[in-house]
């Protein structure tokens, strides 16, 4: 007995050891996991400098505001990630990326120097330029500034590209560009080197009337968002969130909203290649990335244990929730709002009208009789005998404008509606097609005076999610807008049942300068695009193409380089339906 109890003493505490390693195991996976997907377990924390208007600046209220925050919010909205802005001083917040404090800088300038030791995704383009008082001489070149004292923003670009050429003895610096230029201003200094919409904001701003700038464009650089490496999958979602802003038209309208009043002239062509690149050459990079890094996690996430992918599928749950809410807090009140708030009217006008018509079809006959006694007369200054044809003729449009309101309403409303992963049922191809082309018809109507529309009668049904399949055709029709050249080239859509091939095919056909034979191939690539410099992202297609995919079907092209442009949507008839 004796002997025993030491052993059974001993197995216990390994027993324990045992359970109190596995939990800390499991704990340290679930840690692990946070790192390497911030925004979901929690917030994103996004650093910025608190005084570079009209980038990213602390507003009256000390709230963060400026083009940089719009953007990352709008990445954010769309990304489905949470984001929590530290806006301070410039050299605190790269220091702070360094020390991991932050996840990510939102305004950063590249440079090879600072690409050894961090990621960029840039997105826009900032020039450089060279203040000064009002009298004094004027200088056109970085070199000039020799032996000059020149005001910079501490940690900034224009530091260390002075600093580099040995300019440091001669610099005076500021914690932002704004005290950089209330110095110049003051007398301190003969020179300061600030970005040029910066300065134009500062100076306009602050009523710094005796500051001019003397040399607009010493420098042209890009500019947006930095991480560290270990952060190189965050950087990757921010630029996919970049594409998608760039695609729907967001990123322009936050660029017109805080920079498009500052800036003046035609972009040079060097600038728009500079901007070409700094937009091809990361998103390429990253893509490569990204699919290194999908492999590693695939094989992470095989040896993990069996909590923790319930806890990854938890999470992927919670994400899809965040981006319905997301998109239900914009488009749900709204739709709610629109329902709410013209259909009722609208109502009334469907109501109406029938019961005005036929007062108008008694009052005609009371009136027929009057221009036979009294002869011709008029109503509301026109001849009695037009107003008596125009009058049925207006109320037939009224009733069709009010029916078309309440089609385009109910479209909004079924465009809402929640979209489960597995939610698939029999939809008619036809029916989707009508709804998408009803949701871009402004567009359509914009770009050309010829379009046509061909639904074949009694389509089979196919399997599929209607929000999805409106979606491609969306992207179809709208790809077709901008590949004609005028308003005289038409487009046409099409559906058809192709019996031999057991398959529904929706078409559309575009007159435009079509596609080079050797480009045909790529079309589906992600971030191919022939219409890069038309802000083009090479997104749309590759989503299109992976919707078709997930419905069993596929997209094929064809195409005469000058002529036109055939995309086909090929989806498989539903067994239901074949077996009727």
Not at 421 to 439: H, P, T
Not at 531 to 543: C, F, H, Q, W
């Amino acid at each position: 007995m004796t002997r025993r109890t030491p052993r059974l003493f001993l197995w216990a505490w390994v027993l324990l050891l045992s359970c109190v390693a596995l939990d800390a195991a499991q704990a340290a996976a679930v840690e692990d996991l946070a790192r390497v997907i911030p925004g979901i377990l929690r917030p994103v924390r996004v650093g910025g400098d608190r005084d570079y208007p009209p980038y990213e600046f602390l507003d009256k209220d000390g709230k963060p505001a400026g083009f940089n925050v719009d953007l990352t919010r709008a990445v954010a909205e769309v990304m489905g990630m949470q984001v929590e802005f530290r806006l301070g001083a410039w050299a605190g917040e790269r220091q702070a990326l360094m020390d991991g404090d932050i996840d990510i800088l939102e305004g950063m300038t590249y440079s090879d120097e600072r690409a050894q030791y961090l990621d960029f995704a840039p997105h826009t383009i900032v020039n450089h330029a060279i203040f000064a008082r009002r009298g004094t001489p004027p200088v056109a070149t970085l070199d000039d500034l020799a032996g000059k004292k020149v005001i910079v923003h501490r940690s900034g670009y224009m530091h260390d590209v002075l600093a580099a050429r040995g300019f440091e003895p001669d610099l005076v610096f500021s914690d932002t560009p704004a005290d950089g230029l209330r110095l110049l201003a003051s007398g301190k200094g003969e020179y300061a080197v600030v970005a040029m919409l910066p300065g134009i904001y500062i100076i306009r701003e602050n009523k710094l009337d005796n500051i001019l700038p003397v040399a607009r464009s010493v420098a042209t650089v890009r500019y947006g968002y930095a991480v560290t490496p270990k952060n190189e999958a965050l950087l990757a979602r921010f630029s996919e969130g970049l594409a998608i802003l760039r695609e729907t038209g967001r990123y322009q309208a936050i660029h017109d909203k805080w920079l498009g009043v500052l800036e003046s002239g035609k972009v040079r062509w060097d600038t728009i290649g500079l901007y070409v690149g700094a937009v091809v050459t990361p998103l390429l990079a990253l893509l490569g990335g990204a699919m290194l890094w999908t492999h590693f996690l695939r094989k992470q996430v095989a040896q993990r244990t069996r909590s923790l992918t319930e806890a990854l599928e938890e999470l992927s749950r919670n994400q899809r929730q965040l981006v319905q809410a997301d998109k239900m807090a914009a488009l749900g009140i709204l739709v709610s709002g629109v329902a709410h708030e013209i259909n009722n009217p609208n109502g009334l006008i469907l109501l109406n009208i029938p019961i005005l018509r036929k007062v108008q079809a008694d009052v005609s006959r009371l009136l027929d009789g009057l221009r036979e006694r009294e002869g011709e007369f008029t109503l509301g200054g026109i001849a009695y005998v037009r107003m008596r044809q125009e009058i049925p003729k207006m109320l037939e449009e009224m009733q069709e404008g009010a029916l078309r309101i309440k089609r385009i309403v109910n479209d909004l409303k079924d465009f809402a509606r929640r979209e489960e992963g597995a939610g698939k049922a029999l939809i008619d191809v036809g029916d989707a097609s009508r709804k998408a082309v009803r949701l871009v018809e402004a567009t359509i109507r914009k770009h050309t005076d010829h379009f046509t529309a061909d639904y074949e009668e009694d389509l089979p049904l196919v399997w599929g999610n209607s929000q999805r399949i409106e979606q491609v055709v969306v992207n179809l029709v709208l790809n077709a807008c901008q590949a004609l050249p005028d308003k005289s080239r038409g487009i046409a859509v099409t559906t058809r049942h192709d019996a031999a091939r057991g398959l529904v095919v929706l078409c559309v056909r575009d007159e435009g300068s079509g596609i080079a034979p050797e480009h045909l191939p790529h079309l589906t690539d992600p971030f191919f695009t022939t219409k890069r410099d038309a802000g083009g992202t090479g997104l749309g297609l590759s989503v299109s193409a992976g919707i078709a995919k997930e419905h069993g079907g596929a997209l094929v092209f064809e195409s005469s380089p000058g002529q036109f442009t055939l995309a086909c949507l090929e989806l498989p008839v539903a067994k239901e339906e074949s077996a009727a």
